[in-house]
RNA sequence: AGCGGUAUCGUCUAGUGGUUAGGACGGGAGAUUCUCAUUCUCCAAACAGGGGUUCAAUUCCCCUUACCGCCGCCA
């Protein structure tokens, strides 16, 4: 058997979007669960649409998932250059092979009147299909138009090419996830392979890059099925193996359009700086369409590569729901490892004074404030309340716990007493245990308790465990926010 | 319009010619807790519709419907 290889083959007119970044997954698995090669090329024939930023974000985005490729751009291999603007001195000489073969022939129509052609068409309600106008052209007539300044395009006979290698006008082809599809070829119009301007169109520099690139297995979205049968028939015309194709199904957003940017985040740069881990990310994405054969959903890649098989994967599409990407993430968080985790969290807690913490007390912050996070950046709003002096008061904490006479009485009773006390989490905890426990005689639950306490420092009604918070605080600190919060109505 | 594809709880999915149709997320209820959250327990929730084939169809076939994709000198 042949060497085993895919390819993911973006095209940098945008940040690698989350449907790439599943399908470049994909690829992977299949490549590492058959021994196979995993290569990136970079699809920038359209010059317009292409910039330099969005090439690093792929490279970037790739990476950061762990999708790592062994042949490519930055890393080279046997079969370059692997960006296709360099690769623009190969295309006319194939596309001259397939116009010695017959398979293709230069169309002189403008734009005008192939639009011309179309406006019939849909006038007709037909679907337009190229009429070949161009297909029996004399040396004259060509030579004709080229004094005129017209530029030839080069399309490809899709018909000849069909009768050339197939019985019928049906061509078909087994996808790995979809099975056996097939289409009747009389209805694909002649396609344009060679723009006008000497640069090959999609359809046909895939064809030559895959085929140069000795790919084996092609697996890609499904919008991609109707392209298949054209490049079929130019591999068939060129004389190449065909490779296997397996067509996977969309990534649809809730309310099942196309994922756009108004359902939030679509490049994987973006949910990365929304805080989202790009384990989960991948472990998630995997998930769509892909099912563990022992129901154990939470993995690594390399893990799902092990019990990856194409041929399972789901053909139909599948719905990019927030809550299950969110269920875990959080889930990634409370595995992360506490050092890993105070790195990744410093980068969205960038409006406070770290150095106000020590390492220790960074790390017992982190510690207590962890669990509730869906993604990292939650962390920004979860402990303003370990910075500064002061707090701000949050009106519910001030209207329903502040405001109240049991409060105020716990305040002072509390600032009394924890004068006293030292201000280490052990000792806190035991102190605050039989302070609640006092107040619970005179018929004060804890709860209402341990909400003035915490209404006064922390400015809120709920959030971290009040031992830890009390202790990072410091005495100092923590009374300073008590008597702030009794003053006025102990004026009473 | 044409062509192609898809159809199991709200979502991601498992599964089978005969099953109490399974799991996960989300939802609901309860327990734990100083709050939120976590964790644990329990509950509700699906085979799109209609024809066949068959002793039997969620499973196989056909039709309908719905949805998605493609119809560029974009990729």
Redesign the pocket.
């Given at each position: 058997m042949s060497e085993v290889r895919v390819r993911i083959?973006?095209?940098p007119?945008g940040n690698l979007h989350i449907g790439t970044a599943r399908t470049a997954l994909f690829n992977y698995l299949f490549a590492k669960k058959n021994n196979g090669k995993f290569v990136l090329r970079i699809?920038?024939?359209?010059a317009e649409?292409t910039s330099q930023a969005y090439i690093d974000n792929i490279f970037d985005s790739l990476k950061a998932l762990g999708l790592n490729w062994d042949e490519g751009p930055d890393v080279g291999g046997e079969y370059g250059p692997y960006t296709?603007s360099e690769r623009f001195d190969i295309y006319p000489k194939y596309a001259q092979i397939l116009l010695d073969k017959g398979f293709a022939y230069e169309?002189?129509?403008?734009?005008e009147e192939?639009e011309a052609e179309?406006a019939i068409a849909t006038q007709n309600?037909?679907?337009?299909?190229?009429t070949k106008r161009c297909e029996h052209l004399t040396e004259e007539e060509k030579e004709k138009f080229r004094k005129e300044g017209r530029?030839?395009?080069i399309r490809f006979n899709i018909s000849k090419a069909q009768r050339a290698f197939h019985d019928s006008s049906i061509l078909k082809f087994n996808d790995m996830v979809?099975?056996?599809?097939?289409?009747?070829t009389d209805?694909l119009?002649d396609?344009?392979i060679m723009?006008?301007?000497g640069?090959?169109?999609?359809?046909f520099?895939v064809v030559i890059d895959d085929m140069l690139m000795k790919i084996s297995h092609i697996i890609r979205g499904?919008?991609?099925?109707?392209?298949t049968f054209k490049q079929i028939l130019i591999y068939e015309a060129l004389g190449a193996e065909v490779p296997e194709f397996g067509h996977l199904?969309?990534i649809?957003a809730?309310d099942?359009?196309?994922l756009s940017k108004r359902h939030g985040a679509t490049a994987v740069s973006e949910f990365v700086e929304k805080g989202y881990l790009t384990e989960a990310l991948i472990n998630f994405v995997a998930?769509?369409?892909?099912?563990p054969s022992d129901?154990v959903?939470i993995k690594t890649v390399d893990e799902i590569a092990k019990d990856f098989r194409i041929h399972?994967v789901?053909?139909?599409?599948?719905?990019?729901?927030y809550?299950?990407l969110?269920?875990?993430n959080?889930?990634y968080i409370?595995m992360l490892d506490i050092e890993d985790l105070k790195e990744r969290l410093k980068p969205y807690l960038t409006k406070y004074d770290l150095s106000e913490l020590s390492d220790a007390q960074y790390t017992r912050m982190v510690e207590v404030t962890r669990?509730?996070l869906t993604i990292l950046s939650d962390i920004t709003d979860a402990v303003p309340y370990f910075f500064g002096e002061d707090v701000e008061i949050e009106p519910k904490a001030q209207t329903e716990v502040l405001d109240t006479e049991v409060a105020q009485d716990v305040l002072e009773e509390f600032a009394r007493q924890a004068q006293g006390w030292e201000f280490e989490e052990e000792n806190l905890h035991h102190k605050?245990?039989v302070f609640?426990g006092e107040y619970k005689e005179k018929g004060i639950k804890?709860?209402v308790?341990?909400?003035a306490i915490?209404a006064a420092v922390t400015g809120?009604?709920?959030?971290?465990?009040?031992?830890?918070i009390l202790a990072i605080l410091g005495k100092e600190r923590t009374l300073h926010r008590v008597r702030k919060a009794m003053k006025p109505a102990v004026k009473n």
């Open positions: 083959a973006p095209s007119s699809e920038d024939t359209d649409r296709q169309c002189f129509c403008t734009p192939l179309k309600k037909k679907p337009y299909v190229y530029k030839p395009a979809k099975g056996e599809l097939h289409v009747d209805l119009g396609f344009v723009k006008s301007n640069t090959p169109t999609y359809n520099a499904e919008d991609h099925i109707s392209n199904g969309m649809l809730p099942r359009s196309k998930l769509l369409g892909w099912s129901g959903e399972d789901s053909s139909s599409n599948s719905i990019f729901e809550d299950k969110n269920w875990m959080s889930h409370k669990e509730p605050l245990e609640r804890p709860k308790t341990m909400w915490r809120r009604t709920c959030g971290a465990d009040m031992t830890a």
